[in-house]
């Protein structure tokens, strides 16, 4: 059975990759299995500067999900390039950069750095993280912005493929497909966490210290689905699903919706070898689908 | 890695004991560490519940948790009998760690914070250590595991919120009283229970000079270092450390609790 997949150019050895915010710097995962058996992961967002986060609390869970406000701590840009790089470097999997900013500068000098770094197969930039009120959400919720920080970051980023990791907080994501694709953005992510909160009924108030934060798991996937579908048909660029993928039938469906691959993200909480186990029980399926490869199926729910 | 139920037992209303053998010897573990486990297959309840581990054989193929029904996840746990599969990876974290040369050690447990101290304290004992185990609870039917205390060669003391049995009040009085008593400071005091009565006992201590260390219960998604949702804050500093990996045991001037 052939998994392999081209992501706009970063080879990936199967559609299942670690999703941003959920798989540390890769490493973590080492202790649970050779992460050569995955087709890579995405990095913890990382910014120039390194980052403490939010108070707690700081998660909580949710019917079949989870909520998050971690508020993109990270260990910036130097520890990643000088402790974790030589590392990953040893490693046969594509590694993918997820990063921010906050301003349209840091974007655009951070996006340069990442695509000088040997060792990084592609960027993902996150212009939706909704947890911290000066980053991601202005940019990934403006059309305007959108663009701009797109075309900043394209302008630079001259030897590694750029995709642009969603926000599905916004009224039509289609256009923000088509407006990241006509800036120059090699591929997509979609979706990036949508907003949600609880309250703690006995203290009467928030349980999140953020008071807002990210929702995820398999409670969102109709929703990704949904949104891998619209976006499948607004662009040509590849799209990976993201959005509580938690067994190889869930791949698949996403697949069928229109991404070329797909991001486990959540689901790593609960079981950190799922996405080897998905890379074995996928060929499986596929052959009780009729399919001789993961590419021939994307987008097949669309019709001919 | 899943594990097999080999009993499982009622102490008091809402908390129970269950023991479990894994397919595979879990390796060595420390007092203090904690497992994460599944509460079935469904994806909801979605995450996995931390446990300290309580008692347990050296290797890892026999270990003991002690429950508190608290919700849905806890409840299913709850429903297991003998011989039912259950899900759980760890053991995870740093657990107590008592320096050779401590000879005097107060145990401070509230509720299922006894577990860590399961086998802990028989250790310690048998380490030739003077242990002093002080075990407090709301009501005397809620004092977990008293039985085994006794026989753990341990000095023992008990506190109840209401009186129902030893001492009238909170353990942490308890443990201001007891330290009245000894005639030299204790080298160490080991906490493990709600965070008011951590916060208490490690005020206690350092008031009191006395080395003092808690364990953390802060809620977290994954329990080895991937979600960054269990972080504690550093004391004095802009800085958090993950409770999961750096903790649950911590010497209590290092974190807020």
């Known amino acids: 059975m052939d998994l392999n997949v081209d992501f706009a150019g970063i080879k990936l050895k199967n559609p299942l990759v670690g999703a941003s915010g959920t798989f540390g710097y890769g490493l973590t995962y080492e202790k649970f299995f050779d992460l050569s058996l995955i087709g890579g992961f995405c990095t913890k967002g990382l910014s120039m500067k390194p980052r403490e986060g939010n108070p707690t609390p700081r998660i909580c869970e949710t019917p079949s999900g989870m909520l998050n406000a971690i508020g993109l701590q990270n260990v910036g840009y130097e520890k990643f390039a000088t402790k974790k790089m030589p590392k990953l470097r040893k490693i046969s999997t594509a590694v993918i950069a997820n990063f921010f900013g906050e301003t349209m500068e840091e974007y655009i000098e951070l996006a340069a750095k990442l695509d000088a770094l040997e060792g ?11 947890n911290v009120e000066k980053g991601g959400a202005a940019f990934g919720t403006d059309i ?3 663009e701009a920080v797109v075309k900043g970051c394209r302008a630079v980023v001259k030897n590694k493929p750029l995709i642009v990791k969603l926000s599905p907080n916004v009224a039509d994501i289609a256009e923000f ?7 120059g953005a090699d591929g997509l992510s979609v979706i990036n966490t949508l907003v949600g909160m609880a309250i703690d009924i006995k203290n009467r108030k928030p349980i999140l210290a953020n008071v807002t934060g990210g929702l995820s798991g398999p409670a969102i996937r109709p929703v990704a689905v949904r949104m891998v579908w619209q976006c499948y048909k607004a662009v040509k660029i590849p799209i990976f699903g993201i959005g509580g993928v938690a067994s190889a039938k869930d791949v698949v469906e996403f697949i069928m919706a229109g991404a070329s691959a797909v991001q486990v993200g959540t689901m790593n909480f609960v079981s950190p070898d799922i996405i080897p186990q998905l890379a074995e029980e996928l060929p499986e399926l596929l052959v009780r689908l009729g399919a001789a490869s993961v590419s021939e199926l994307v987008g097949v729910a669309h019709g001919g | 890695m899943q594990c097999t139920v080999t009993s499982i037992q009622s102490l008091a209303a809402g908390f129970f004991h269950l023991s479990l053998t894994p397919e595979k010897p879990l390796g060595p573990i420390t007092p203090g560490q904690f497992v994460m486990i599944r509460c079935g297959e469904s994806t909801d309840p979605l995450l996995r519940r931390p446990m300290s581990v309580a008692d347990f054989e050296a290797d890892g193929s026999r270990l003991g948790l002690l429950v508190q029904i608290a919700g849905r996840g806890t409840g299913t746990i709850s429903r297991l009998d003998k011989g039912d599969q259950l899900d759980l990876i760890g053991p995870f974290g740093q657990g107590y760690s008592v320096p050779p040369e401590a000879r005097t050690i107060v145990i401070v447990a509230g509720g299922t914070g006894v577990a860590p101290f399961m086998t802990l304290t028989p250790t310690l004992v048998s380490q030739g250590k003077d242990v002093h185990v002080l075990l407090g609870a709301r009501t005397k039917e809620l004092l977990l595991m008293e039985e085994w205390f006794l026989h753990a060669g341990a000095s023992l003391h008990v506190a109840t919120d209401d009186g129902s049995k030893g001492f009238d009040g909170l353990v942490t009085a308890l443990m201001m ?3 009245d008593h000894m005639e030299e400071p204790p080298d160490m005091a080991l906490a493990c229970g709600p965070a008011g009565m951590m916060r208490a006992v490690a005020a206690l201590a350092e008031h009191n000079n006395i080395p ?6 802060n809620s977290m998604a994954c329990g080895f270092g991937a979600c960054l949702g269990c972080v504690a804050h550093v004391r004095g500093e802009k800085r958090y450390v993950t409770v999961c990996r750096k903790g649950p045991v911590f010497d209590s001037r290092e974190v807020l609790i």
């Open chain 1, 120 to 130: 990084i197969h592609g960027l993902e930039m996150n212009i939706s993280c909704p």
């Open chain 1, 144 to 146: 305007r912005v959108t």
């Open chain 1, 177 to 183: 497909a088509r407006a990241c694709e006509g800036s």
């Open chain 2, 177 to 179: 009283e007891r330290l």
């Open chain 2, 212 to 217: 003092c260390q808690v364990s953390l219960e």
